[in-house]
């Protein structure tokens, strides 16, 4: 797996690469991550190169590959990212920004998320050896995010996890065809009634333990991202797994958003699969 990890000379680096360092133990030394970091002009260079000889200490790996890239930080990571082929990008988000900031604009890291050909693993709040997953999925088996982390990153999955698997039942996005009462309904009573989204719970479930894995289907009722950020709360998550579409037109604007807005406001780290 082709790892990079993207820092800069703030706090929010650090927790890049402690994730970077958990998520490497135990990796094939022939495939070394890559950091880098991002400057605004050349006469950064010797700074960056500083930042970067003490990040290869922080990550505690063998053998690591540096980089530097000049330009706005955004678009220098995305081009990174595309042109190296990653199977993973690492980025941290800032906690120090104000509340207008946010609201303002999309964090480096949230923009990252968005528009990234890889999956992106965004470095924030609480950051250890991660044991409790929180995977938030919808839509059909075909379009699961199980099965995008399970196809992209399934050598991140070591088989000792505690994965719970998250349906939010909105009746905002809810389609026509659903019954009140499935808007009421537990996993279990989702899965007994075959209903699209207990099939899609139990399809997780048979995949997740077919990797000798036993998830908890869980459901949850009310707006999409309240509940996300409650559940990963009151669950004690280490990581929460959302998915993010390469749909078009007013759907994609819908996920990014609340893609984004989940990113910013989540106390821990998050994955972004595609």
Known sequence: M???I??????????????????????PADEPPTILTVIKHEADRPLAESNLA??????????????????????????????????????????????????????TAAR?????????????????????????????????ILSRVTAQLAELLEGEEE????????QISASPDVQDKELRASAEELIEEHAPEGELLKWDVQSLEQLHIRPHPQVRHGLIVDEILAEARGGDYDLVVIGAHPGEGWQRLLLDDLAREIILHLDRPVLVVR
């Open 163 to 170: 994965i719970t698997v998250l349906h939010v039942m909105s």
């Open 2 to 4: 082709q790892i990079l």
């Open 6 to 27: 993207a820092i800069d000379n703030s706090p929010n680096a650090k927790l890049a690469l402690r994730l970077g360092s958990y998520l490497w133990r135990g990796r």
């Open 54 to 107: 003490r990040a290869r200490e922080a990550l505690q790996v063998p053998t690591v590959r540096t980089k530097v890239r000049v330009g706005s930080a955004g678009e220098e990571i995305l081009r990174e990212a595309e042109e190296g082929s990653y199977d993973l990008l690492i980025v941290g988000e800032r906690r120090d920004r104000s509340l207008i900031a946010r609201l303002l604009a999309a964090s």
């Open 112 to 144: 990252v998320a968005e528009h990234a050909l890889c999956p992106v693993l965004v470095a924030k709040g609480r950051v250890g050896p991660i044991r409790r997953l929180l995977l938030c999925d919808s839509g059909a088996p075909s379009r699961s």
